[in-house]
């Protein structure tokens, strides 16, 4: 009988030994996910950084100064160039400066393609993070308490992951090993 609940020939269905079988299944990420995802997320923000800064003033002024002049020529027809006096605001022109418009607007779409990135890399962050599991608010054997109670204690860290997408990328540096080593203690 013994050797049937040792070899998991015979299944308990509850008490310490089903809370013991409980615990070896207990999964976690591992170190190689957790990193990719830290280094995806790292690297998500600094795309976004980075776009952002070279893009979104620059072509939201630049928009609305296209889109001005281009509202200019259909309210008053062709005229001399009201910027710098020398070109003409005309047919041609205003071909051109739509044209200059629309690329602007796929520059503004590669900013936002950048920040979906982003959000994406956080949700796949966010889903390796998981609630304490229940097997280990059962009670365990007293020589399994203390460290138990150790991994409750970090798990419980991770978990409680914070909003932001760096912090979020440093959180789970910061506690994944600590939550496999106890884990692995247990």
Do not use: K, Y
């Not at 999964?27 to 990719?36: I, R, Y």
């Not at 600094?46 to 296209?66: I, M, N, W, Y």
């Amino acid at each position: 009988a013994i050797r049937a609940l040792a070899t998991g020939v015979q299944q308990v269905a509850e008490g310490p030994d089903a809370t013991l079988r409980a615990i070896l299944t207990l999964s976690f990420p591992d170190t190689t996910t957790v990193a990719e995802s830290v280094a995806t997320v790292r690297a998500a923000v600094q795309a976004v950084a980075e776009e952002s800064g070279r893009t979104l003033d620059a072509l939201q002024r630049r928009v609305g100064v296209l889109e001005a002049a281009v509202a200019l020529h259909d309210d008053t027809g062709d005229q001399p160039c009201p910027v710098c006096e020398q070109g003409s605001l005309d047919g041609d022109t205003v071909q051109r400066l739509r044209s200059e418009v629309t690329q602007t607007r796929d520059r503004l779409r590669g900013l936002r393609s950048a920040q979906e990135a982003l959000r994406s890399a956080v949700r796949a962050a966010r889903n390796l993070i998981s609630p304490v599991p229940h097997s280990l608010s059962e009670t365990l054997p007293q020589s399994m308490s203390a460290d138990a109670g150790l991994l409750i204690e970090a798990w419980t860290e991770w978990a409680n992951a914070p909003a932001g997408d760096l912090a979020l990328a440093d959180h789970l540096a910061d506690w994944h090993e600590t939550v496999r080593t106890a884990l692995a203690t247990v």
